[in-house]
């Protein structure tokens, strides 16, 4: 084998070499529970006024619905989707959180809801009581 073709293959494989060390050392993994809360319906939710009815043509679904001993209803609806990324041992995360809990009357109007939201590690808690 002359000197010039085994060069040639010397350096793809080194080439590969290299490729596979890059690749293995790189990794993201993402999680998401829930669908995004949309925030404009949030500023349209008001005390006394909003029914459980509206609230649920707005978000949908809740992730849980619980009653309590007065037998008000408590919509709780969650967001998350984290990101997780590994370069070559540098790992980085991000994400957005909302959560959002609505607290209607028996009758079925709204009486209480707290909206938090964020990115990355810090958040915005909003009460409104």
Do not use: H
Request: positive net charge; charged residues 15%.
């Amino acid at each position: 084998m002359n000197l010039l073709k085994m060069e040639g293959i010397m350096k793809k494989i080194f080439a590969l070499i290299a490729m596979i060390i890059f690749l293995s050392g790189c990794a993201t993994a993402t999680n998401v529970v829930g669908r995004p809360i949309p925030q404009e319906n949030v500023s349209r939710i008001k005390k006394g006024e909003t029914t459980k009815e509206n609230i649920l043509a707005w978000f949908g679904e809740p992730s849980s619905v619980t009653v309590n001993e007065k037998g008000e209803t408590i919509f709780s609806y969650t967001y998350i989707s984290a990101t997780a990324t590994c370069d070559l041992g540098n790992c980085k995360s991000d994400g957005i959180q909302q959560m959002l809990m609505v607290t209607t009357s028996p009758s079925g109007k709204v009486i209480s809801f707290s909206n938090t939201s964020g990115n990355g590690l810090g958040s915005t808690l909003i009460l409104n009581k």
